[in-house]
């Protein structure tokens, strides 16, 4: 199989029989669309639903947005042959990871359930919310998909400190 990685703001479609897309997710979400009939789908992965009010965002940046995100991947998979009326997803993330950040990850599953429902798209498979990250893998040709928790999420090293003279001058060497 061809593993594909995509991370915050990016999206990935195929028709490929041999591709496997696959992202990491702790509040972020990912959405999994696929027409079972045309054998085509794709994964995206967004930082947050929609931008605020007074949020100025460049087109750069647009795409670690639910809203833009969806156009993005529901308008690739159309032009490969996609039908929307068809169109069946997979929903993955949106966990409270940080407590300090509030609950971003619950917006963000909202968000992405209320798009389903307004698009008229069905949803096969939901894993959203809870605490813990997930590592997300989909076949698009065959619109399976697999969530694994993260059990711990990786430690940081902290350099040794670096040795400082009696006068409080950092000694180099």
Same mark, same amino acid.
């Given at each position: 199989?061809?593993?594909?990685?995509?991370?915050?703001?990016?999206?990935?479609?195929?028709?490929?029989?041999?591709?496997?897309?696959?992202?990491?997710?702790?509040?972020?979400?990912?959405?999994?669309?696929?027409?079972?009939?045309?054998?085509?789908?794709?994964?995206?992965?967004?930082?947050?639903?929609?931008?605020?009010?007074?949020?100025?965002?460049?087109?750069?940046?647009?795409?670690?947005?639910?809203?833009?995100?969806?156009?993005?991947?529901?308008?690739?998979?159309?032009?490969? !042959?996609?039908? +929307? &009326? *068809?169109?069946? =997803?997979?929903?993955?993330?949106?966990?409270?990871?940080? #407590?300090?950040?509030? /609950?971003?990850?619950?917006?963000?599953?909202?968000?992405?359930?209320?798009?389903?429902?307004?698009?008229?798209?069905?949803?096969?498979?939901?894993?959203?919310?809870?605490?813990?990250?997930?590592?997300?893998?989909?076949?698009?040709?065959? !619109?399976?998909? +697999? &969530? *694994?928790?993260? =059990?711990?999420?990786?430690?940081?090293?902290?350099?040794? #400190?670096?040795?400082? /003279?009696?006068?409080?001058?950092?000694?180099?060497?």
């Amino acid at each position: 199989m061809r593993r594909v990685s995509i991370i915050q703001g990016e999206s990935f479609v195929s028709g490929e029989p041999n591709v496997v897309i696959s992202t990491l997710l702790g509040s972020c979400v990912s959405v999994c669309l696929q027409d079972p009939v045309g054998r085509v789908g794709g994964m995206n992965h967004f930082l947050l639903g929609e931008p605020g009010k007074d949020d100025h965002v460049n087109s750069r940046d647009m795409a670690r947005y639910g809203v833009h995100a969806m156009e993005l991947l529901i308008n690739e998979l159309m032009r490969r !042959g996609g039908v +929307r &009326s *068809r169109f069946r =997803a997979h929903l993955y993330g949106g966990a409270n990871i940080v #407590a300090g950040l509030g /609950s971003i990850g619950s917006s963000n599953a909202d968000f992405a359930r209320r798009f389903m429902e307004t698009e008229g798209i069905a949803i096969g498979h939901c894993d959203l919310g809870g605490t813990h990250a997930r590592k997300v893998e989909f076949v698009p040709y065959e !619109g399976k998909a +697999r &969530s *694994r928790a993260v =059990a711990e999420i990786p430690k940081l090293i902290t350099p040794p #400190a670096l040795p400082m /003279s009696n006068d409080g001058d950092l000694e180099l060497f």
